[in-house]
C-alpha cells in the first residue's frame, strides 16, 4: 500500500515516516501544501495522512481541492489536541478520520489500517480467501491453518489482491503500491514476487489475466 504523508516538522515527518516504512508502507513525504497538492494530482495513493497546519497552501486547502477533483482516496487528518474546531472543518471538508498530535504511533497505525480496509469494502479486520488468510495487524499469513513467512515486497503485492478478490490489478498499479519515489523498480519485479507468492501459498491463488494484470478469483 502506498501512502501520502504530509508533514512539514522535520522531528515528526521523520518518526512517522520510519514506522510507517517499517510497518511495510510505500510512503512520499511532502513538507507543504504545495507539494502535497502536485503528489496528489499526479500519483494515485492508497491514503493520505494530511497535517493540517502547512507553508504554501493550507491542509484543508489541499483537502478540499482533492474532493473537488472527486477523488475517493481515504484522508486522515492530524490535528492538534485541543482544536475540536479544526477536526470538525477537516471532517466536513471530506477527511475520512482524524488523529491527534502529538501521535499515539500504535494508534496512528490502526486507524490507517482501518482506513485502508474500508476503503477496499471490507469491514473484518482478517482477510480470508480459500484457505488463505492475511491479518494486517500482526502481518500474519496462514495457509489452511499454518503460518507462512513471507518478504515486505511479497506482503504487498498480496494484501490488495486479497483484500479485493475478482479485482485485476495491473503490473503499473501493483508497481505503485509496492515503490515510493526514492526506490529503484526494477522491471520484472513484480512477476518475481508473484512467483514467489505462488510457491509459498499454491499455484492458484493467483491467477495473471493475459494482457492486464493479476487478479485472486473470487471463487
Ligand atoms: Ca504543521
Known amino acids: 500500500m502506498r501512502l501520502l ?3 512539514d516538522d522535520t522531528m515528526i515527518g521523520e518518526t512517522v515516516l520510519d514506522m510507517l516504512r517499517a510497518d511495510h508502507y510505500a510512503v512520499d513525504w511532502v513538507r507543504d501544501g504545495e507539494m502535497a497538492d502536485t503528489a496528489l494530482r499526479t500519483q494515485t495513493y492508497d491514503l493520505v495522512l494530511l497535517d493540517l497546519g502547512l507553508p504554501r497552501l493550507d491542509g484543508l486547502d489541499v483537502l478540499r481541492s482533492l474532493r473537488a477533483r472527486r477523488v475517493l482516496t481515504p484522508v486522515l487528518i492530524a490535528t492538534a489536541r485541543d482544536s475540536v474546531q479544526q477536526r470538525i472543518a477537516g471532517l466536513d471538508a471530506g477527511a475520512d478520520d482524524y488523529v491527534l498530535k502529538p501521535y499515539d504511533l500504535d494508534e496512528l497505525l490502526a486507524r490507517i489500517r482501518a482506513l485502508l480496509r474500508r476503503a477496499s469494502g471490507r469491514a473484518e479486520p482478517v482477510y480470508e480467501h480459500k484457505g488463505v ?5 500482526t502481518r500474519e499469513v496462514m495457509v489452511d491453518g499454518q503460518p507462512v513467512v513471507l518478504s515486505a515486497r511479497e506482503w504487498s503485492v498480496l494484501e490488495p489482491l486479497l483484500a479485493r ?4 490489478l495491473s503490473r503499473a498499479q501493483l508497481e505503485e503500491k509496492l515503490y515510493s519515489w526514492k526506490d529503484e523498480i526494477s522491471s520484472d519485479a513484480v512477476e518475481v514476487y508473484i512467483h514467489g507468492l505462488r510457491k509459498k501459498l499454491g499455484p492458484e491463488l493467483i491467477l495473471n489475466v493475459r494482457g492486464v494484470g493479476y487478479m485472486v478469483p473470487k471463487s
Open 5 to 7: 504523508l504530509v508533514e
Open 165 to 168: 478478490p475478482g479485482m485485476v
Open 133 to 137: 488468510s492475511i491479518n494486517p495487524a
